[in-house]
């Protein structure tokens, strides 16, 4: 398995894409905004290239060829031809832990 990180979106080789619908915005292929900036992490290929976003909300990159993952504030990553499983890290915070009760 390879990894790929790109500030907080991770991308990792996959053998299973999930069914699920075509999740480009008007042709682009953005794996995630910025949550401040409203930068985006964007692929760009010659070749043919799908997102397909599951529906239990799992995102595949599905390439034919070569791409570059490009974002303002991050330097470009270079991707061969495969299929990945974009993966968004989200923030964790103290309030976000469940709180146990205990008896």
């Known amino acids: 398995m390879k990894m790929w990180r790109q500030g907080d979106v991770l991308i990792v080789t996959t053998c299973e894409v999930e069914k699920g619908t075509d999740a480009s915005e008007n042709g682009r292929l953005i794996l995630a905004h910025g949550e401040a900036t409203g930068h ?3 692929v760009v ?19 034919s060829g070569p791409a570059t993952v490009t ?3 991050h330097g470009a990553v270079k991707l061969p031809a495969g299929d990945y499983r974009v993966i968004r890290q989200q923030e964790w915070t103290d309030a976000n832990e469940p709180v146990q009760v205990r008896d």
């Open 71 to 73: 974002h303002q504030e």
């Open 45 to 63: 290929t010659d070749a043919p290239a799908k997102l397909i976003e599951s529906v239990n909300g799992n995102r595949y990159l599905c390439l």
């Open 40 to 42: 985006a992490h964007e």
